[in-house]
């Protein structure tokens, strides 16, 4: 039995244009900044996407770049003026930076009424007070690809496969305040294998290659693969071995094409949501 493909790409796009369509009823174009220290190749074609789906919503898009030289007191400098710009309602920053500028410095210097995507300490807290503002977009993604599909957290007992700060950590607080019974798995995790079998819901979330393998799923579970990882040849796989996963699974995020997609998607309307609040 072959799992059903969770069409990301799809539901973005759905989400988008419903974004567009909200934000031209609006007297004022959202404003969303995007600034790009240095010239990571990924981090380049991530950011040009960014600015193009926010300009194909109508938003007021626009990116800074400053180079790989620029100091933390520039970058600081900067956000404090887009804090101050009352035509910038979303302010992003993007992660990783150069070496020397710490991120943590920078993420709590934003607004948090600006920051669309979630990560600055009150926004973090309201999340996990279950009264939250801005919500990280990937993890926010994942549950909207979830509800897509049909499949409902409520009960279920759901894995999450890594704790970063920007998708293990608020992807296990959004899926407890939808009622899934929650386990956190790491790389110190004993049994890796044993606990992702027990999920009914497994988000891979590790960043490593292929990871995940099909003897790792349960019959009928449903797989979202948060991982883009790039092979030697230039393609891009996800945290999962895709068809091997997908010859078990219930249902599976593909990648490319399935939680990516939903990170841009959601960033608009993180910022259509913080516009709403500020205007
Ligand atoms: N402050 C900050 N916020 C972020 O949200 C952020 C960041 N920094 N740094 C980098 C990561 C990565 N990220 C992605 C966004 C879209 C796709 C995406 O659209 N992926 C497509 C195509 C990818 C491709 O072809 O390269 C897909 O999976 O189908 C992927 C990854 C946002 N990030």
Same mark, same amino acid.
Request: charged share 20%; aromatic share 2%.
């Given at each position: ?118 990560? /600055? ?64 798995? /790491? ?93």
């Amino acid at each position: 039995m072959a799992a059903r493909v969770i069409d990301g790409k799809a539901v973005a796009a759905a989400l988008r244009a419903e974004v567009a369509a909200r934000a031209a009823t609006l007297p004022y174009a959202p404003g969303l900044a995007v600034v790009l220290v240095g010239e990571d190749p990924a981090s380049q074609v991530y950011v040009r996407n960014k600015e193009r789906a926010a300009k194909a919503a109508g938003f007021a898009s626009e990116t800074i770049r400053l180079p790989a030289s620029a100091s933390q007191a520039e970058l600081l400098a900067l956000i404090a003026r887009l804090n101050r710009d009352p035509a910038v309602d979303g302010i992003l920053v993007q992660l990783p930076l150069p070496a020397g500028i710490d991120p943590q410095a920078v993420i709590r210097a934003i607004d948090p009424a600006k920051d669309v995507d979630g990560f /600055h300490p009150d926004n973090v807290a309201a999340l996990a007070l279950g009264t939250p503002f801005l919500v990280p977009c990937t993890p926010r993604g994942v549950m909207k690809l979830l509800a897509a599909a049909g499949i409902a957290p409520r009960g279920a007992r759901a894995l999450v496969l890594g704790r970063s700060n920007i998708v293990g950590r608020p992807m296990a607080a959004l899926l407890l305040a939808a009622d899934a019974t929650v386990t956190i798995a /790491h790389s110190r995790t004993r049994d890796l294998a044993a606990e992702c079998r027990r999920a009914e819901i497994l988000i891979a979330a590790v960043g490593r290659a292929e990871m995940v393998k099909g003897d790792w799923v349960s019959p009928g579970a449903t797989v979202i693969d948060v991982g883009i990882n790039r092979t030697a040849a230039g393609g891009l796989v996800g945290d999962v071995a895709y068809a091997e996963a997908a010859a078990v699974a219930g249902a599976i995020t593909p990648v490319p094409g399935g939680v990516g997609p939903m990170t841009i998607a959601c960033l608009l309307e993180n910022t259509l949501i913080a516009a709403a609040a500020r205007r």
